[in-house]
T-cell receptor, first 118, second 118 residues
Framework: DSGVTQTPKHLITATGQRVTLRCSPR?????VYWYQQSLDQGLQFLIQ???????AKGNILERFSAQQFPDLHSELNLSSLELGDSALYFC?????????????????FGPGTRLTVL | AQKVTQAQTEISVVEKEDVTLDCVYE???????LFWYKQPPSGELVFLIR??????QNEISGRYSWNFQKSTSSFNFTITASQVVDSAVYFC???????????????FGQGTRLTINP
């Protein structure tokens, strides 16, 4: 158990709908990362938040958005869902280690949310 | 840009055979981290190892060993005396050491599906 929790575990919805995936990082971790694992694209980085601020963006669609709340949990919002959005969505959290640049991190992954769009 | 290549899409061996999973990476940074993750059929990502770019020593953990060679930009993973429980998808990943706190995404290879037959 990594200490990162994700809800729900499974989500089945229809095209055009909107869903919210939730992630609670490990206690004390300030960074939250979202990744998408699909059959055709593999494991891809979507977006990252650090202490409430967006820090990095990957191949995230405009229909997708995320935020990190003051209690450090994060939500990934997926709207106008398409069949191709069916995937396993992972959240990871990290603790910053080291005393300065370059920063070192080790990411701990949650169990994932399996989204099926019908 | 960072890139990780796992040229072997699928490998199938008989139990007790040794098997090596290849990983080749590209980065322009001099400080970076390499990872291996295991994804069993249940879907979660299990952390196996992290290695920084300054440590080229090979590592052994039980039946697992890793060979890091900067000269060839490779970080290969060997399982000795494979077992059926080793069947999974294995991912190699790269993270550049960040200059910005909380901004070290992982770039994953496409994964190698390893099947160990009894």
């Amino acid at each position: 158990d990594s200490g990162v929790t994700q809800t729900p575990k499974h989500l089945i919805t229809a095209t055009g709908q909107r869903v919210t995936l939730r992630c609670s990082p490990r206690s004390g971790d300030l960074s939250v990362y979202w990744y998408q694992q699909s059959l055709d694209q593999g494991l891809q980085f979507l977006i990252q938040y650090y202490n409430g601020e967006e820090r990095a963006k990957g191949n995230i669609l405009e229909r997708f958005s995320a935020q990190q709340f003051p209690d450090l949990h994060s939500e990934l919002n997926l709207s106008s869902l398409e069949l191709g959005d069916s995937a396993l969505y992972f959240c990871a959290s990290s603790v910053e280690s080291g005393t300065g640049v370059p920063y070192d991190n080790e990411q701990f992954f949650g169990p994932g949310t399996r989204l099926t769009v019908l | 840009a960072q890139k990780v290549t796992q040229a072997q899409t699928e490998i199938s061996v008989v139990e007790k055979e040794d098997v090596t999973l290849d990983c080749v990476y590209e980065t322009r940074d001099t400080t970076y981290y390499l990872f291996w993750y295991k994804q069993p059929p249940s879907g979660e990502l299990v952390f196996l190892i992290r290695r920084n770019s300054f440590d080229e020593q090979n590592e052994i953990s039980g039946r697992y060993s890793w060979n890091f060679q900067k000269s060839t930009s490779s970080f290969n993973f060997t399982i000795t005396a494979s077992q059926v429980v080793d069947s999974a998808v294995y991912f190699c990943a790269l993270s550049e050491a960040g200059r910005i706190q909380g901004a070290q995404k992982l770039v994953f290879g496409q994964g190698t599906r390893l099947t160990i037959n009894p």
